[in-house]
């Protein structure tokens, strides 16, 4: 350990001092002279078109400009892996939440007067939320002719003749939750011009070079022109992954050539940023009657919401984790990304390893009860171990502890097995 410079060391973390004591500058600390507020305007239906009249916020003593789709000075979309997002919602709002309109004011209280006085008037276009009906082709399209976005297929040996040689098949489905990071730095920012006119955003992130490219696209400027300033950040887990007021803090502050500062709600924090995706698992599991798995088939349905964000790494990463740490000579496995109206879903702890577990491990246990064995022997029958193929084809070669791992757990729960059905 003594040659490693980290590993085996107790370390001090870089930031950890300055939040303990309290000193650390989030993007909520941050204020400038001359400084204006931002409140943005969100849809209140899940699929509709809609019409804004501004005339009687505009007239408000106090508000300096509000901005819609029409004052993007580059394009109007931003996206980490499909452009599916608008800046402000030009004539369409796909969920609810969507931003319409950022109105800029000299106070945050008259910008919040002011977005009372803006009438949206909505002329409501039929739902879909549930991501299996979505997939339909009678259904509410979100965007486009389909709302299956992505479809990632894994096969691997003979998937008939594998069920046939099993002694025993287990079926059943699964559903995990949508799930919000809540992480406790809600999200704030400010943007200011510097004498270049480079447009500075302060704003905690996790892709500060993926901000940049974004921001530089809607406000059409080169990307050298923005800057982003990353303060401290308060949690993330994925869920700053995606972009939310940046681009509308630095076109007005672009348009406007003052300083414009937002800080959103617990309650607008859920609206803004993405969720964990929720998937719907169908599992069928066949072993023999030793307890060696012999076949498995999945099909994996994942909610991305209004907009695709990284479903479509997500579903991939699911499907590629469905087997679990099992080697399986007979897999087929269909997972889709598709689109509804519900709330945007991305990256979260684990992309889309965490949900297929709570599939995948019941079966297992399933089928250790129906054979009559315990939990772990099932595990440590089927556990990867050097040289195992994965459902994928991948060889490993290198470091695959599970057995080590299986069998201590095992030992420090004192885990019985005349305990186990």
Same mark, same amino acid.
Request: aromatic content about 8%; charged content about 25%.
């Given at each position: 350990?003594?040659?490693?410079?980290?590993?085996?060391?107790?370390?001090?973390?870089?930031?950890?001092?300055?939040? *303990?004591?309290?000193?650390?500058?989030?993007?909520?600390?941050?204020?400038?002279?001359?400084?204006?507020?931002?409140?943005? @305007?969100?849809?209140?239906?899940?699929?509709?078109?809609?019409?804004?009249?501004?005339?009687?916020?505009?007239?408000?003593?106090?508000?300096?400009?509000?901005?819609?789709?029409?004052?993007?000075?580059?394009?109007?979309?931003?996206?980490?892996?499909?452009?599916?997002?608008?800046?402000?919602?030009?004539?369409?709002?796909?969920?609810?939440?969507?931003?319409?309109?950022?109105?800029?004011?000299?106070? &945050?209280?008259?910008?919040?007067?002011?977005?009372?006085?803006?009438?949206?008037?909505?002329?409501?276009?039929?739902? @879909?939320?549930?991501?299996?009906?979505?997939?339909?082709?009678?259904?509410?399209?979100?965007?486009?002719?389909?709302?299956?976005?992505?479809?990632? +297929?894994?096969?691997?040996?003979?998937?008939?003749?594998?069920?046939?040689?099993?002694?025993?098949?287990?079926?059943?489905?699964?559903?995990?939750?949508?799930?919000?990071?809540?992480?406790?730095?809600?999200?704030?920012?400010?943007?200011?011009?510097?004498?270049?006119?480079?447009?500075?955003?302060?704003?905690?992130?996790?892709?500060?070079?993926?901000?940049?490219?974004?921001?530089?696209?809607?406000?059409?400027?080169?990307?050298?022109?923005?800057?982003?300033?990353?303060?401290?950040?308060?949690?993330?887990?994925?869920?700053?992954?995606?972009?939310?007021?940046? *681009?509308?803090?630095?076109?007005?502050? #672009?348009?406007?050539?003052?300083?414009? &500062?937002?800080?959103?709600?617990?309650?607008?924090?859920?609206?803004?940023?993405?969720?964990?995706?929720?998937?719907?698992?169908?599992? &069928?599991?066949?072993?023999?009657?030793?307890? +060696?798995?012999?076949?498995?088939? =999945?099909?994996?349905?994942?909610?991305?919401?209004?907009? =695709?964000?990284? =479903?479509?790494?997500?579903?991939?990463?699911?499907?590629?984790?469905?087997?679990?740490?099992?080697?399986?000579?007979?897999?087929?496995?269909?997972?889709?990304?598709?689109?509804?109206?519900?709330?945007?879903?991305?990256?979260?702890?684990?992309?889309?390893?965490?949900?297929?577990?709570? =599939?995948?491990?019941?079966?297992?246990?399933? #089928?250790?009860?129906?054979?009559?064995?315990?939990?772990?022997?099932?595990?440590?029958?089927?556990?990867?171990?050097?040289?195992?193929?994965?459902?994928?084809?991948? @060889? #490993?070669?290198?470091?695959?502890? #599970?057995?080590?791992?299986?069998?201590?757990?095992?030992?420090?729960?004192?885990?019985?097995?005349?305990?186990?059905?």
């Amino acid at each position: 350990m003594s040659d490693f410079r980290n590993i085996g060391k107790n370390l001090v973390r870089v930031d950890g001092k300055q939040k *303990i004591l309290g000193k650390a500058t989030y993007p909520g600390d941050l204020y400038m002279e001359d400084m204006l507020y931002g409140v943005t @305007v969100r849809s209140t239906e899940p699929h509709a078109y809609f019409s804004l009249d501004l005339s009687e916020a505009q007239n408000l003593h106090g508000v300096v400009k509000i901005l819609t789709h029409e004052d993007i000075t580059g394009e109007n979309h931003h996206g980490v892996y499909f452009k599916d997002h608008e800046v402000f919602c030009k004539n369409k709002v796909r969920r609810i939440g969507d931003p319409l309109a950022f109105i800029i004011a000299e106070s &945050k209280n008259i910008a919040i007067e002011a977005k009372k006085r803006i009438k949206v008037e909505y002329e409501k276009l039929p739902t @879909v939320f549930d991501p299996r009906e979505a997939m339909k082709g009678n259904s509410p399209k979100i965007h486009g002719d389909s709302n299956v976005i992505y479809h990632y +297929k894994c096969r691997k040996g003979d998937i008939e003749d594998g069920f046939e040689k099993c002694d025993v098949i287990v079926e059943n489905e699964y559903k995990t939750s949508m799930v919000d990071h809540v992480f406790l730095q809600i999200e704030s920012g400010l943007a200011y011009l510097e004498d270049d006119e480079t447009v500075v955003i302060c704003a905690a992130t996790q892709y500060p070079h993926f901000d940049q490219i974004e921001i530089a696209e809607a406000l059409g400027l080169p990307k050298e022109k923005i800057r982003i300033i990353n303060p401290a950040v308060g949690g993330a887990f994925g869920g700053r992954e995606d972009i939310t007021m940046q *681009i509308h803090i630095a076109l007005g502050t #672009l348009l406007t050539k003052r300083p414009i &500062k937002v800080d959103y709600s617990r309650e607008e924090s859920f609206y803004a940023h993405s969720k964990r995706h929720p998937l719907y698992m169908k599992f &069928k599991t066949g072993a023999d009657n030793k307890g +060696k798995l012999v076949a498995m088939e =999945a099909e994996i349905v994942g909610d991305t919401g209004a907009y =695709a964000s990284w =479903a479509v790494n997500v579903l991939r990463k699911a499907g590629v984790h469905a087997t679990g740490p099992y080697e399986i000579p007979n897999v087929k496995i269909d997972s889709y990304a598709v689109y509804t109206n519900n709330p945007f879903c991305g990256a979260m702890r684990g992309f889309g390893a965490t949900q297929t577990p709570v =599939a995948c491990e019941q079966q297992m246990d399933i #089928l250790a009860e129906k054979l009559g064995i315990s939990p772990i022997e099932m595990r440590l029958k089927n556990c990867f171990r050097n040289n195992s193929t994965t459902a994928t084809g991948q @060889v #490993l070669i290198e470091s695959v502890p #599970l057995e080590r791992c299986i069998e201590t757990v095992a030992k420090q729960m004192s885990f019985n097995e005349s305990e186990m059905g």
